[in-house]
DNA sequence: ATTTATTTTTAGACTAGTCTAAATTTTATT
DNA sequence: AATAAAATTTAGACTAGTCTAAAAATAAAT
């Protein structure tokens, strides 16, 4: 048996390690758990006893295959419980994440698959990230930053880096959704910050914000 | 803060007290929880300091009016996710429970406010139990036992007292649901069995059966 | 190449919830 | 009313997860 709190570090490990790939750091396992060090240690022994992560002391933790799998496994309903709760209860994408929290540890096949179909099999979640499917197979599609976008070019907003509800409300404020089309003005060198047109109004965004927006090429 | 621990002590007490309002005992508890008496005296000692109940030792234990706002808002989302899984996530009725009581102890207000106007306001769960509104109050209706119902009468079924998969299974294989019609055509005193019409079919179902049926008098 | 700073681990203690076994109280039976 | 039976509580121990403080190992800086 997995208990809730091996499945939060086992998807904390699974982040922090892009995507379960890397050797993670127990400070940066505490810190995204909001724990002790200590803790951490304890816990990643006991992962690695349960053959989900491989451990040596002092040389950080990676998952293993069956941890990935776990991770995976929780992504995958968090996410579609995000899609649920914008598609269907009304939520904004700013507020998803929370109550997401703790959907995503009820297991049931019947009840996440279902779900699945009901929602239609979405790709990727209200934030613009992949929802693996059964399988646990992703769906990338090509994207990029605003910051690394090509002045003179059309793209549209697939998705954001910072699924933080202060980014998610400023880009609400600035009329800036999934699907929006952004043409990319001008990169300003001093700041970095970019000038970009929504429709017929034109805004300049900061590096900051330029940085954590994926676009993706529109043909013209 | 609640425990998710406490949270389930409080229901099964608010269960097994018809409703909240009789004292409940010791081994009652174990019993329903699964676990041991000494567990359950140490939990009613935490109980009652938390004040969701009334205990004073060796006599059993009650819940305040505090313990019975936890116990029905649980059932609120207990019964509000049984219609989804049901009407949404076609799952059957005797699926519903065990992911039911998971769900349950999602602790979010827009989430279950929002579920019960996607679900338009459900009055009963799955297996005719009431659903409490917000305000935590009950919309019951006039039921009686088929056990206690007048032959030559004929009334639709409207719940079952026992919820137990395998009496649901018994219901479909007899092709017993909400709404079904039975008219009672015969008691037997022998062994308290009961003789229905299902529409042109007759059935003989034990006293068992009988007593775990409730039925609502439809008018001819 | 040492010393210093940082990171990580160990040791021991605490809380929530559970258990077994023994002690106590209540209830039932003679 | 005394005794037996049943129910309940206490005492002490265990697991999961957490913490603080101290020790040990690694990395950085002189």
Chains 1, 2 share one sequence.
Request: proline share 2%; aromatic share 8%.
């Amino acid at each position: 048996m997995i208990t809730l709190t091996e499945e939060n570090y086992i998807k904390a490990i699974y982040h922090l390690g892009s995507n379960g790939n890397e050797s993670v750091n127990t400070n940066a396992i505490a810190e995204a758990m909001q724990t002790k060090a200590s803790s951490v240690t304890d816990m990643v022994k006991k992962l690695s006893e349960k053959n989900y992560a491989d451990y040596k002391k002092y040389q950080g933790v990676t998952l293993t295959e069956r941890g990935r799998q776990v991770a995976v496994s929780i992504i995958r309903k968090h996410r579609l419980w995000e899609v649920f709760l914008v598609e269907k209860l009304n939520f904004s994408w700013d507020e998803v994440h929370e109550v997401a929290e703790h959907l995503e540890h009820i297991k049931s096949e019947k009840l996440i698959n279902q779900l699945d179909a009901f929602l239609e099999f979405p790709k990727h979640d209200p934030h613009g990230d992949p929802i693996p499917d059964k399988e646990g197979k992703f769906q990338h599609i090509e994207k990029i930053i605003l910051a690394k976008a090509d002045v003179g070019s059309v793209y549209k907003c697939v998705g954001v880096d910072d699924s933080s509800s202060s980014f998610l409300k400023y880009l609400d404020s600035n009329k800036i959704a999934l699907g929006t089309v952004i043409s990319v003005l001008h990169k300003e060198p001093y700041d970095n910050s970019v000038k970009i047109a929504l429709g017929d109004t034109a805004i300049v965004v900061s590096q900051n914000v330029a940085k954590n927006l994926y676009l993706k090429k529109v043909e013209s």
